[in-house]
């Protein structure tokens, strides 16, 4: 609680978030609105969940389970699923991938503790679908790093020590099978590991608010625009009214800090992807021999690449200092052609279809790699800053801090409240010149691997 706002009725003024540039083409593509229930005058609730990402949303659903008499409401700024969320790449990994990370592999206790909750966040993930029937081309086929250059096999080399040493099965892939998998002659080795879920995130979101139980009011293009902590209940404002919980999560990814916490900690950064229309069967001829796949790169600053159950391709890269949180339609735009590059490099005679939508996504980082999570203030609790990978981690980090706030314990509760919170980030000026500078000479670095 150390960040923690003083409790003495105040009032702060919330920026909520900037509207996206760009759709993101997993929402375009995941079936019909979910309807509009906007938000109205001044409603009581028992539990207030800001944010309907992997966070929040998970929090609402589990808040709703564990306490079914009481009343939940969710609130998002935007669309669910047109979030950062919706805007991922759709990878629920088990375990982080950054081998390049300096103690990525000596770190085997934070592996495994990340490998806990991650494994969590998944079983509740596969509980939405197999239970509750979220549709959401759900694939647990795994993920294959995989390496254009002799750095990237290096690389999964490195990786597949940390793997070695904390038991984890995995598959090395050789060229001939990598390249027959893809249709791409770009890639030379790859690692299989198989934990990981593919799915189609935008339609796991929207299809999971549908799903929600009774208990929970979601209130999407809702932004909470001003709070004042007090007695007996915080007071929550929205442009239409206010909401007075008597708890409150909030899961509002770097957001959090502009509700008075953690203040200058959290470093935006975007990451940007690229999707094709479906392609015919004649180009499928050319885009390997699986019908889907996921493919993590090597290099963390290379291209991320899925074939989707649709016949399309998507591609991912560039990191990008967001300032003050926003990226224009410039800017998305420009970081496209990096995505052509990328597709020219591993598909050159299919990348001259260009592609249908382009769009980028906040990621939130610290900068000792915290995270927020836990209570923050009287009936205050939080859980925020992916620094990276939110899919599991953050259905886990959800599920964990709602528990927490019913006063629940759990073996992941333990293991999260262990996390290191996020640190106060340099100054701006420092802050942004310094991941511009690194993101692009790591972009530099990854070569052909982008
Ligand atoms: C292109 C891209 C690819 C990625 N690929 C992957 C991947 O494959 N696997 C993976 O694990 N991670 C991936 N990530 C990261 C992942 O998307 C994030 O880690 C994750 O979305 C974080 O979840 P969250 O719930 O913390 O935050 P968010 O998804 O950012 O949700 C926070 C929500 O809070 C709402 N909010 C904020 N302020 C307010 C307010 N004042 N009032 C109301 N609502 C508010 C926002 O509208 C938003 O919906 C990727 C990210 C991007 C951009």
Not at 166 to 186: F, L, N
Request: overall charge positive.
């Amino acid at each position: 609680m150390g960040s923690a706002i003083s409790q003495s009725s105040r009032h702060i003024s919330v920026q909520p978030p900037h509207i996206e540039a760009t759709p993101s083409g997993w929402y375009l593509t995941s079936g019909p609105e979910l309807p509009l229930v906007p938000h109205r005058g001044d409603v009581d609730c028992d539990c207030l969940v800001i944010g309907g990402g992997w966070m929040g949303l998970h929090a609402a659903r589990r808040f709703a389970e564990v306490q079914p008499d009481a009343s939940v409401t969710l609130v998002d700024a935007g669309r669910i699923g047109n979030n950062a969320a919706g805007r991922c790449m759709g990878f629920a990994i088990d375990l982080a991938h950054n081998p390049r990370k300096h103690d990525f592999v000596e770190d085997v206790q934070g592996n495994l503790d990340e490998l806990a909750a991650n494994l969590e966040g998944n079983a509740y993930l596969r509980s939405a679908v197999e239970e509750l029937g979220v549709e959401c081309d759900w694939d647990p086929q795994g993920k294959y790093h995989s390496a254009a250059t002799d750095h990237g096999v290096a690389d999964l080399v490195n990786f597949s020590k940390a793997l070695d040493r904390m038991g984890q099965k995995y598959r090395w892939v050789e060229r001939e099978e990598i390249q027959a998998i893809t249709g791409s002659k770009h890639y030379i080795r790859a690692l299989h590991h198989p934990g990981t879920i593919l799915i189609q995130p935008a339609k796991y979101l929207k299809n999971m608010t549908r799903l929600l139980p009774k208990n929970v009011t979601v209130h999407e293009n809702t932004p909470v625009t001003g709070v004042t902590y007090g007695s007996p209940r915080h007071v929550f404002e929205t442009a239409t009214g206010t909401i007075r919980p008597k708890k409150v999560i909030i899961c509002a990814a770097g957001y959090l800090t502009k509700f008075g916490f953690y203040p200058n900690s959290a470093i935006p950064v975007y990451t940007f992807a690229s999707m094709t229309r479906p392609l015919t069967e004649a180009e499928l001829a050319k885009a390997g021999d699986r019908p889907a796949y996921g493919l993590i790169p090597a290099d963390s600053f290379g291209t991320t690449v899925r074939r989707t159950v649709d016949n399309r391709l998507f591609l991912r890269n560039v990191y990008s200092y967001a300032d003050n949180f926003k990226m224009t339609h410039d800017e998305v735009m420009e970081t496209r052609r990096h995505q052509q590059v990328a597709f020219d490099r591993r598909w050159p005679e299919l990348s001259s279809i260009g592609f249908e939508a382009s769009w980028g996504g906040l990621l939130t980082l610290a900068q000792n790699g915290g995270m927020v999570f836990g209570k923050l203030a009287d009936n205050v609790y939080g859980a925020a800053f992916c620094n990276g990978t939110g899919v599991s981690r953050g259905t886990a980090f959800g599920k964990a801090v709602a528990e927490l706030a019913a006063g629940m314990t759990s073996p992941v509760i333990e293991i999260l409240k262990r996390k290191t919170p996020p640190s106060r980030a340099y100054p701006k000026l420092i802050t942004s010149l310094g991941v511009r500078f690194v993101t692009g000479r790591r972009f530099r670095q990854a070569g052909q691997e982008v």
